[in-house]
């Protein structure tokens, strides 16, 4: 089992940036950064391995956010921000490594951070 405890978030407005970060207590070989908007489904934003030798972005996010890990704090760089950006964002850790295939799923992780909002605002 690992706790995830979540912080940053908040508002900001089109074309700002926005930093989440992730402090796991355990050991995870993967974590993820998923997200949430009002009446839609739980997607994929980006994922990687601990180790740093995966990674993975969903196509709406490439090249604006950067997901990196350090120590034990998984991170969240958000540039560019757009106004379908606004969800709440959860970070996920899972005790195995996954494929790249299984790294955007969120059936592969089994625990979940408590979340953080994120609005862009016009």
């Known amino acids: 089992q690992v706790q995830l405890v979540q912080s940053g978030g908040g508002s900001v407005h089109v074309g700002g940036s926005l930093r989440l970060s992730c402090v796991a207590r355990?050991?995870?070989?993967?974590m993820a950064w998923f997200r949430q908007a009002p009446g839609k489904e739980r997607q994929g934003v980006a994922a990687?391995?601990?180790?740093?030798?995966r990674t993975a972005y969903t196509d709406f996010v490439s090249g604006r956010f950067t997901i990196s890990h350090d120590a034990n704090t998984l991170y969240l760089l958000m540039n560019s921000l757009k106004p379908e950006d606004t969800a709440m964002y959860y970070c996920a850790a899972a005790a195995e490594w996954l494929t790249l295939d299984d790294l955007l799923r969120p059936q592969s992780y089994e625990n979940w951070g408590q979340g953080a909002q994120v609005t862009v605002v016009s």
């Open positions: 355990g050991y995870p070989e993967s």
């Open positions: 990687m391995t601990t180790d740093g030798v």
